[in-house]
């Protein structure tokens, strides 16, 4: 028989599922580039806050070539009129708009006109790879209504820069950098020539692939809080806390995001005891169906279908 004596006994692996787990290293030299300081919302204001109307809406594009296309849309629903009384007065209407849109990698124009004489355009251009210029107007026929603004936006390795220029003497600036891979924190300050208002204000925001969590705060008095839950790749739920600390008002919203195959359903409840849902389908290639509804409290109760 074989002696076993002097035999070493070959080291024990351990089970699979059981090694230990080292901790993820942080490469803080190779940080993500962080979304605009604007848009640290962006998330929860697609459900929270769509651009809800009250009536129906027909919107058609019709492409003519890879670049240029046209869009139609008709809106049919009550429009609200100045009155002494408590209860609104409102009167059906309907506007036609029309639009031209030209898509190039580089460079974005959208233009529109509306049947009652407001004319709506703007330009997204890449100047350099880094440099991006937007600009949006809107020009009205009603004195002292028209606007402008002009967003320089530069985008660095792991922070990004802008500067707004708008009419009424508006200028601002911003700047919000990656502190970890899912940690942005930014900073803006702005002047209103016009009203001669100034501010600063203060934002952070934490994302992953399930969630982003962000808050914000501006010496204006606002605090403003969001948090959004992916739940799926198709529906989402979003929340928000909105308070002023110089008016002490308050408001609170849930709401959602659900994402079906030809159409998606988005809707909010508040503390205000307002209720309001958004629904777009796709009835066809470049052809959309828009339906939206907003019911407010009992002295101010709008509905629309």
């Known amino acids: 028989m074989a002696s076993h004596i002097g035999v070493v006994p070959p080291p024990m692996t351990p089970a699979k599922g059981n090694e230990p787990k080292t901790a993820e ?4 030299l190779n940080l993500p580039c962080p979304i605009p300081y604007e848009e640290i919302h962006r998330e929860a204001l697609m459900s929270l806050k769509p651009e809800l109307f009250e009536g129906m809406r027909f919107d058609f594009t019709k492409g003519l070539n890879q670049k240029f296309s046209l869009s139609h849309s008709v809106f049919m629903g009550p429009m609200e009129v100045p009155s002494q009384a408590s209860e609104t007065i409102k009167i059906p209407t309907a506007h036609y708009e029309f639009g031209a849109n030209f898509l190039d990698p580089k460079l974005m124009l959208f233009g529109r006109i509306l049947t009652d004489g407001r004319l709506n355009a703007r330009v997204k251009c890449d100047l ?5 210029l937007k600009a949006n107007s809107q020009l009205t026929s009603e004195p002292h209504m028209s606007h402008g603004m002009v967003n320089f936006d530069y985008k660095g390795k792991d922070f990004r820069i802008q500067f707004q220029l708008g009419n ?3 200028f601002g600036a911003s700047y919000i950098q990656s502190v970890t891979p899912h940690l942005s924190l930014g900073s803006e300050v702005f002047w209103a020539g016009q009203h001669r208002k100034s501010g600063i204000g203060l934002a952070a925001r934490y994302n992953t692939d399930k969630m982003v969590a962000t808050g914000q ?5 606002m605090v403003a809080l969001s948090y959004v839950q992916k739940v799926s790749e198709k529906v989402s739920l979003a929340s928000d806390f909105m308070y002023n600390y110089m008016s002490r008002d308050v408001t609170a919203s849930f709401g959602y995001d659900y994402v079906l195959r030809q159409c998606r359903l988005r809707g ?6 307002c209720t309001a849902a958004f629904l777009e ?6 052809l959309n169906f828009i339906l939206s509804a907003e019911e407010r409290k009992p002295t101010e109760h709008v509905i629309s279908h």
């Open 168 to 170: 009424g003497a508006l």
């Open 217 to 221: 705060v501006a010496s204006t008095g």
């Open 25 to 28: 290293k942080i490469d803080y």
């Open 281 to 286: 389908e796709r009835l066809n290639m470049g």
């Open 268 to 273: 909010k409840i508040d503390s205000n005891g």
């Open 128 to 132: 350099t790879d880094n440099l991006i």
